[in-house]
């Protein structure tokens, strides 16, 4: 693709299955560093990852060789498996994630927000995290994102 050009910055969020607190701050340096390491493997530039015990956001350049879904199953499924090879066994995200287009403008400003996880969810919530990025993006609000909860499931009769 030489003469292909881009520049697809993404702010990418996903929590944590069921929303557990499961990263631990002594675990967390290693589960990042894994993460960094496997968006750095799929050809991407990682300009920020952090999050706290339930969740985690990342801000990267997405290279056209990849799909966005297949980054975030391959960065996803990568975490999960090494997390629990490492002893953490009940590990697992939830399902799908949120994606946003961060302009070139707004990506320092983005990044310092990644990087202030912790100071950020001391005062406010990951649900209203969530529901300020919908609202922001001009999205329909869905409780499957912002709240966690999984539809239920209808039985056929």
Request: charged share 25%; glycine share 8%.
């Amino acid at each position: 693709m030489a003469h292909t050009r881009t520049r697809i910055l993404v702010h990418m969020v996903f929590a944590t299955k069921d929303r557990l607190p499961i990263i631990e701050p002594a675990f967390k340096p290693a589960l990042h560093a894994y993460m960094a390491g496997t968006v750095r493997g799929l050809g991407c530039h990682l300009h920020a990852l952090d999050g706290v015990a339930d969740h985690c956001h990342v801000v990267f350049d997405l290279v056209p060789k990849i799909a966005l879904a297949d980054f975030a199953n391959k960065l996803k499924a990568g975490a999960t498996k090494w997390a629990r090879d490492e002893g953490v066994r009940e590990f697992g995200w939830q399902r799908g994630y949120g994606a946003f287009s961060v302009n070139v403008e707004s990506l320092d400003r983005a990044v310092r927000y990644v990087r202030s996880q912790e100071a950020h969810h001391a005062k406010r919530s990951f649900r209203d995290e969530l529901a300020e990025f919908i609202r922001v993006n001009g999205m329909e609000p869905d409780a499957e994102f912002i709240d966690g909860l999984r539809p239920p499931i209808v039985q056929e009769e």
